[in-house]
């Protein structure tokens, strides 16, 4: 298993890493994909748990949601009737217009239950989903706009003088798969007492005490690329750390209750795509929020 996983992140992480320093468009088509997989996976968890969701409409609805999400991300790259969209729906925004329509639409599509339990778990289940991955995941592509104060996305920064986004996408990166590396090999090899028994019984106190700790020195790396002062590692370490392991253990949740142990089987040694994702779900808004209300930078 550890060895499947090893050649998996092998072969992965370069092209992501790719990708990451190509920046946009690549980057957000990466995003829409991956929605895409994982849109696919989450339906199905939610099949299984027994809430009914309409797979084709759902499917859609999320790529919808994510795609005006990650519009909303490039807005300084788009012109034209896309541009005249993002005005038109700022404030609240294209994101927030797009999941208002697909609530709406999916509560028409409930009204055909014919019992009404049925129909509202089909609802709330569906409209839980698109949130889950369509409103989070563009948060991804949002990280490679952050730029500073009066400067650029493009703006080269910290000491390898790399552009603002790449530096700060290479900060969710590093810090995501630090904590997750730090804790499973912690917990691996000495994990005894169990975090949330009732959630994920594989998880420990000392995996997360290990993720922590990694997860804080790939933050002072991912603090050098930026250029952030000496004490922020110390916040954003243990701040993203738990961030991450709240995304993993809420994708755990689902699994359990969808009587799953992986989203799906599409990354070797690791499960599906949203099983992979599911830390940077969360940890991606935080990053960004960090960035914006604490670090300075601006989208």
Same mark, same amino acid.
């Given at each position: 298993?550890?060895?499947?996983?090893?050649?998996?992140?092998?072969?992965?992480?370069?092209?992501?890493?790719?990708?990451?320093?190509?920046?946009?468009?690549?980057?957000?088509?990466?995003?829409?994909?991956?929605?895409?997989?994982?849109?696919?996976?989450?339906?199905?968890?939610?099949?299984?748990?027994?809430?009914?969701?309409?797979?084709?409409?759902?499917?859609?609805?999320?790529?919808?949601?994510?795609?005006?999400?990650?519009?909303?991300?490039?807005?300084?790259? /788009?012109? *034209? $009737?896309?541009?005249? #969209? =993002?005005? !038109? @729906?700022?404030?609240? +925004?294209?994101?927030?217009?797009?999941?208002?329509?697909?609530?709406?639409?999916?509560?028409?599509?409930?009204?055909?239950?014919?019992?009404?339990?049925?129909?509202?778990?089909?609802?709330?289940?569906?409209?839980?989903?698109?949130?889950?991955?369509?409103?989070?995941?563009?948060?991804?592509?949002?990280?490679?706009?952050?730029?500073?104060?009066?400067?650029?996305?493009?703006?080269?920064?910290?000491?390898?003088?790399?552009?603002?986004?790449?530096?700060?996408?290479?900060?969710?990166?590093?810090?995501?798969?630090?904590?997750?590396?730090?804790?499973?090999?912690?917990?691996?090899?000495?994990?005894?007492?169990?975090?949330?028994?009732?959630?994920?019984?594989?998880?420990? /106190?000392? *995996? $997360?005490?290990?993720? #922590? =700790?990694? !997860? @804080?020195?790939?933050? +002072?790396?991912?603090?050098?690329?930026?250029?952030?002062?000496?004490?922020?590692?110390?916040?954003?370490?243990?701040?993203?750390?738990?961030?991450?392991?709240?995304?993993?253990?809420?994708?755990?949740?689902?699994?359990?209750?969808?009587?799953?142990?992986?989203?799906?089987?599409?990354?070797?040694?690791?499960?599906?795509?949203?099983?992979?994702?599911?830390?940077?779900?969360?940890?991606?808004?935080?990053?960004?929020?960090?960035?914006?209300?604490?670090?300075?930078?601006?989208?």
């Amino acid at each position: 298993m550890l060895r499947t996983r090893l050649i998996t992140a092998v072969i992965l992480i370069p092209v992501i890493v790719a990708v990451v320093v190509f920046g946009e468009p690549w980057l957000s088509l990466l995003v829409a994909v991956v929605v895409f997989l994982a849109m696919a996976e989450l339906i199905a968890l939610l099949d299984a748990s027994g809430f009914e969701p309409p797979q084709v409409l759902g499917l859609a609805a999320g790529l919808l949601v994510a795609g005006a999400g990650l519009i909303s991300a490039n807005r300084v790259l /788009v012109s *034209g $009737l896309l541009a005249d #969209l =993002l005005r !038109a @729906t700022d404030p609240p +925004g294209l994101a927030i217009v797009s999941y208002a329509a697909v609530v709406l639409l999916l509560a028409v599509v409930a009204f055909t239950r014919a019992d009404p339990k049925r129909g509202f778990m089909t609802w709330a289940g569906t409209s839980f989903g698109v949130a889950y991955i369509g409103l989070l995941a563009p948060f991804i592509a949002a990280v490679g706009h952050l730029a500073p104060s009066g400067g650029a996305a493009t703006t080269q920064l910290g000491w390898l003088h790399l552009q603002s986004g790449v530096a700060w996408v290479l900060m969710l990166l590093l810090v995501v798969w630090g904590y997750d590396t730090g804790a499973y090999l912690t917990g691996r090899w000495l994990g005894r007492r169990r975090l949330i028994e009732n959630i994920s019984p594989s998880k420990t /106190v000392e *995996g $997360l005490a290990g993720g #922590l =700790l990694l !997860a @804080t020195v790939a933050a +002072g790396i991912g603090s050098a690329l930026i250029g952030l002062e000496a004490w922020h590692p110390l916040v954003l370490g243990p701040l993203m750390g738990l961030v991450a392991q709240a995304g993993d253990l809420a994708e755990s949740m689902l699994k359990r209750a969808a009587g799953r142990k992986e989203s799906g089987f599409l990354v070797p040694g690791h499960g599906g795509i949203l099983d992979r994702i599911d830390s940077f779900l969360f940890a991606a808004p935080v990053l960004v929020g960090y960035a914006l209300l604490v670090a300075g930078f601006t989208l």
